[in-house]
T-cell receptor
Framework: SQQGEEDPQALSIQEGENATMNCSYK?????LQWYRQNSGRGLVHLIL?????REKHSGRLRVTLDTSKKSSSLLITASRAADTASYFC????????????FGKGTKLTVNP | EAEVAQSPRYKITEKSQAVAFWCDPI?????LYWYRQILGQGPELLVQ????????DSQLPKDRFSAERLKGVDSTLKIQPAELGDSAMYLC??????????FGPGTRLTVL
């Protein structure tokens, strides 16, 4: 069963705009990760945020984590056409397991 | 930069045939994962290895799927016999303990 659930399912924006994607999960976690997947390709790791962290930055990416609400958000600033991809959040299954449970993803389209 | 290698990239087979996928993880990564991703969904873990040992195969349909990692390095995932519902992307990933997972490009399987 899937733990993470991304929202929205699809997002279409213009180049230069910011894109925000949300992820909600159900059980306690040790960390939460965001991945990007270009059409028909493998996943690329973006950011890992641990349960004791609230915010993390990497270039144009900003991830927040609210463990009290069991939610996370991924913000992409100044989007580019090359950011067009599906974005997935993944949570560990808890209990020391390294197993990742992925959501269904948000399909982002950045129009030039 | 080190990458996870997978082959073949594409496989078309007829139902009831046997298929096999190969994965070579990043050197030094003790943990190896096989995921199945159905179109429009997030990846779902099939099997996880720690070195040559299976850590989690709870979602592996063991009547037709098998996986091995004999020397704790590369791995093979086999399906015999293939069914129409097995059409999906099969992704391999590897990680160092407790860290982010690195994915290969995947094998797109089509069962006719």
């Amino acid at each position: 069963s899937q733990q993470g659930e991304e929202d929205p399912q699809a997002l279409s924006i213009q180049e230069g705009e910011n894109a925000t994607m949300n992820c909600s999960y159900k059980t306690s976690i040790n960390n939460l990760q965001w991945y990007r997947q270009n059409s028909g390709r493998g996943l690329v790791h973006l950011i890992l945020i641990r349960s004791n962290e609230r915010e993390k930055h990497s270039g144009r990416l900003r991830v927040t984590l609210d463990t009290s609400k069991k939610s996370s958000s991924l913000l992409i600033t100044a989007s580019r056409a090359a950011d067009t991809a599906s974005y997935f959040c993944a949570t560990d299954a808890g209990g020391g397991s390294e197993k990742l449970v992925f959501g269904k993803g948000t399909k982002l389209t950045v129009n030039p | 930069e080190a990458e996870v290698a997978q082959s073949p990239r594409y496989k078309i087979t007829e139902k009831s045939q046997a298929v096999a996928f190969w994965c070579d993880p990043i050197s030094g990564h003790a943990t190896l994962y096989w995921y199945r991703q159905i179109l429009g969904q997030g990846p779902e873990l099939l099997v996880q290895f720690q070195d040559e040992s299976v850590v989690d195969d709870s979602q592996l349909p063991k009547d037709r799927f098998s996986a091995e990692r004999l020397k704790g390095v590369d791995s093979t995932l086999k399906i015999q016999p293939a069914e129409l519902g097995d059409s999906a992307m099969y992704l391999c990933a590897s990680s160092q303990r407790g860290n982010e997972q690195f994915f290969g490009p995947g094998t797109r399987l089509t069962v006719l």
